[in-house]
């Protein structure tokens, strides 16, 4: 029966250069210590050990022909992180910074999210480090179809369903299907986020960012303020950020900011509906940059510079993991915002977050608000299932309902103190507590 330091040190030996994973888990630990030092079955169990090292984690080698007609070498992989509650489940990313360490840290968090959906998924996290940036289309169809050439002996609709992620759209999840399709010749829920003309769900690509929104709206609620009128700054351009702008708009919310890896557009006034579909059209397509399209529509634009010094009520980062570090954290506590919630995985360096966490600011980690994009896949998965498709109204009434559970869920083992609501804590310790048991429930996993 290992100790919690035991676990730790375990931790640090088998996974040493694995920085982002193990500050995922530490991030994890820092809410459940109490309940595992509690519960003599989840020690006898091991459950800590079990939950710390992924079930699989396939590598491979993936060749493609670029338009010159060259070979080009890129390393790809699908981390099996636990299936305790379901079939593997989670997104693939294609970009350079994709490595072993940032795919564990990934499925290690999509576990947890996924436990908190209280949907039947386990946690799953794959990609590779090729960058789609200035492909063309044939030659990210090359990679996608080398790179399925080898993942669809390890996938299937009770095996593991990946989805999407950062580099990975309906485009890509086209031809990734296509190919699935053309090896086993069997057309079935493998892999979600496809088009709805091929047994895609409506409102996929929307649903990631409108969860977070519809989370938002939970505490809002919760704390009896009201949406409408609210400063927002959003970091990020692309799904996650550019609906999640959507969906606040909607809500007469003044959304003053989107940001991509070269600055940020601000708009004092607060972003418009006709503005936001010009932006999806140049940034969602690959158009223009934000810098140029802040040129052409005369907008402010601040180069090399992230939303965080524009004074809000509510931060939403949805760009990347790790991307307010401690230095914007300090900047953002200056004016004290009434409430950040994560759109991307794990935006906030450990520092920065304990920073935001010693702070009134209200909380919310991607774990729980962003979970609307793998519920929806869930949704899809089960329409496949069943060879029915749901229309937009239905899929959309059935997120925010699961965003509502979900909000519900990380209220259930925490004390709430008027503004001070633990989110975080909440959330580690019911998807913890749903892993730890059922790992106990199988004997040994
Ligand atoms: N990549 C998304 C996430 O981080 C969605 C995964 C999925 O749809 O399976 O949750």
Known sequence: MSSFNEVIENLSHYHPYDTEFQQAVKEVFDDIQETYESNSKYKEAEVLKVLTEPDRTLRFRVSWLDDQGNVQVNRGWRVQYNNSLGPYKGGLRFHPSVNESVLKFLGFEQCFKNSLTDMQMGGAKGGADFNPKGK????????CHAFMNELFRHIGPHEDVPAGDIGVGEKEVGFLFGQYLKITN???????????????????????????????NEILEQIEEKGEGKKVTISGAGNVALYAAQKAIEMKMKVLTVSDSKGTLYCKEGINEEQLESIKKAKLEGKQTLEEWCENNNQEYFAGKKPWGVEADILIPC????????EDSKEILKYDPMILLEGANMPLTDKALNNIADSDVIYAPGKASNAGGVAVSGLERSQNSTHLNWDLEEVDQKLQDIMKRIHRNCLENIKVDGRKIPYKKGANIYSFNKLADTIVAYGLK
Do not use: H, M, W
Request: net charge positive; aromatic share 14%; hydrophobic share 30%.
């Open 136 to 143: 063309s289309d044939k030659e990210i169809r090359n990679f």
């Open 186 to 216: 069997t057309f079935v829920g493998a892999i979600t986020g496809k088009s709805p003309t091929f047994g895609g769900s409506c409102g996929r690509k929307e649903a990631t960012g409108y969860g977070v929104i519809y989370f938002l």
């Open 319 to 326: 760009a990347t993991q790790n991307e307010v570090n401690f």
